[in-house]
């Protein structure tokens, strides 16, 4: 099994093994698990091999190859893709083929990734267990009665079930991290708008961005690098440059970092006891790496979820209201007659067309953001959950004035089983109770894993910092990672 991407170059270079071997044995490891995780909506095999012919003849000739070459990479499939289907797990966009590659897909391809499949997903990237999928349920490799967390369950499982080393991920509030936890892979979030959002579907466009999922943080800081940056196309992005992120591994004395432990996010009520062990001896870990440790309370982080819940459906009902059947998406075929006599055939096209083609979490997502909007509403649910987005904002602030990076959990528990939340949307809303906050404020966030509870399954914990010091972020984990060898656990559910 290839799991580490610097290993896969480090063999092509070597001369150990070619792109095509490489991505042969990844489609092969993809077909054998498929069944059982459902990790990928598409799998894309002549494509996917004859882009490594192109990387192997490159190297054959000595041309110069990107900084991925021949390495096997999967993307979640609410990223724009111009050789294969873009569904965002959806019934909607079931058939969407669409004319162009998102930003990151370019950047991918520009470096010599051999882009090998989509990933299931919660539809829209709404959900936090991948069970929205219309596609399917995505099974979590360690246990494969539990859920790989989401909406980026099929991104962080394709990478635990050893398919692929890497793999693309959008994070709206927790969508990288929470299931990277899930899965025991390394996740991060950058900052709002230093990744394009160009050809990433959009859910909550103030929330959303695309991240790098993979074992180490040594692997992900490859792929961030690559994906990075400024494009022209994408309103959002910033003109910032973009740091060598492989040159702030190098060290791993932390001495002088000051690292603040959340407070609240310890002492909040339905936190599992694992979870808070795992936060607790990390601390242990970064001071003995020389950090200083230090207790910071964010006051606002109760309405870390509530405001969540209020501006990411809001924007969501407005994003998703191009899916009517008529502008974009699945139209009804056969029109009600009593709904075509008595709303119109153009009115009755949007409302059965979105009636069939949305799962009923985007349903509810687009009925909560509608009212949310409203007039004689707004004022009371949009406009305040805007102002408690500004405090918000401002306790990370006043925060990163005492301390270089915060530290706390991931999710309250461990995977869950399937089907344990899926009926009770408040109780998965609460799976985000500690990732909001990092996208209502537009900083970044790394995932990282932190062992396993008693029954084998993965703990995480999560480091934010300020915005565009994803640096610090992958320095201080790749101490981190020196110090354990979490990253190295591996599930046996397919070693038998
Ligand atoms: N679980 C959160 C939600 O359902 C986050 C999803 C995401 O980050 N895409 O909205």
């Not at 894993?449 to 934010?464: E, K, S, V």
């Amino acid at each position: 099994m290839l799991d580490s991407a610097q290993e896969i170059l480090k063999l092509q270079s070597q001369g150990e093994a070619t792109a095509v071997e490489i991505t042969t044995s990844a489609i092969e490891r993809i077909e054998a698990t498929q069944q059982s995780v459902n990790a990928f909506t598409h799998i894309n095999r002549e494509l996917a091999i004859s882009s490594a012919e192109k990387v192997d003849e490159k190297r054959r000739l000595g041309e110069p190859l990107g900084a991925l070459a021949g390495v096997p990479v999967a993307v979640k499939d609410v990223l724009c893709t111009q050789d294969m289907p873009t569904t965002c797990s959806s019934n909607m966009l079931r058939n969407f083929q669409p004319p162009y590659d998102a930003s990151v897909v370019e950047k991918l391809r520009k470096a010599d990734a051999i882009i090998i499949g989509k990933t299931n997903m919660d539809e829209f990237a709404m959900g936090a267990s991948t069970e929205t999928s219309a596609f399917g349920i995505t099974r979590n490799p360690w246990d494969l009665t539990r859920t790989p967390g989401g909406s980026s369950g099929g991104a962080t499982a394709c990478v635990a079930a050893g398919t692929v080393p890497l793999s693309l991920g959008t994070d709206t509030g927790g969508s990288i991290r929470q299931p990277a936890g899930f899965c025991g892979v390394t996740g991060l979030k950058p900052t709002y708008g230093r990744v394009s959002r160009y050809g990433l579907v959009a859910f909550a466009s103030s929330l959303d961005q695309v991240g790098p999922i993979g074992w180490s943080v040594e692997d992900i800081a490859l792929l961030l690098q690559c994906i990075s940056g400024y494009e022209p196309r994408d309103s959002t992005s910033l003109k910032h440059d973009v740091p060598d992120y492989r040159a702030a591994l190098e060290s791993s004395d932390l001495r002088g970092l000051k690292i603040g432990i959340l407070r609240e996010a310890l002492d909040v009520d339905g936190v599992d006891d694992a979870v808070r062990e795992g936060v607790m001896n990390s601390a242990k870990v970064f001071e003995q790496a020389g950090a200083e440790i230090i207790e910071i309370s964010l006051p606002h982080s109760k309405y870390w979820v509530p405001t969540y819940y209020v501006i990411a459906p809001s924007e969501a009902s407005s994003n998703l209201s191009r899916y009517d059947g008529a502008h974009y998406g699945h139209r009804a075929s056969d029109l009600q007659p009593e709904k075509a006599e008595s709303l119109g055939p153009l009115v009755a096209t949007y409302c059965q067309s979105r009636a069939e083609g949305f799962g009923a979490e985007v349903k509810r997502r687009i009925m909560v953001g509608t009212y949310a909007l409203s007039e004689g509403y707004a004022d009371q649910y949009y406009t305040q959950a805007l102002k408690a987005r500004r405090l918000i904002k401002g306790d990370y602030d006043v925060a990163f004035s005492q301390v270089d990076l915060l530290l706390g959990p991931v999710s309250p528990t461990p995977a869950f089983p399937i089907g344990e939340k899926i009926d009770d949307p408040l109780q998965m809303y609460l799976c985000d109770l500690f990732t909001v906050g990092a996208n209502l404020a537009g900083i970044p966030a790394i995932s990282l894993p932190a062992g396993t509870d008693h029954q084998g399954l993965p703990l995480a914990i999560q480091l934010q910092a300020p915005a565009l010091e994803e640096t610090r972020l992958l320095f201080a984990g790749a101490a981190y990672q020196a110090a354990t060898d979490f990253h190295k656990l591996r599930p046996d559910t397919f070693e038998s």
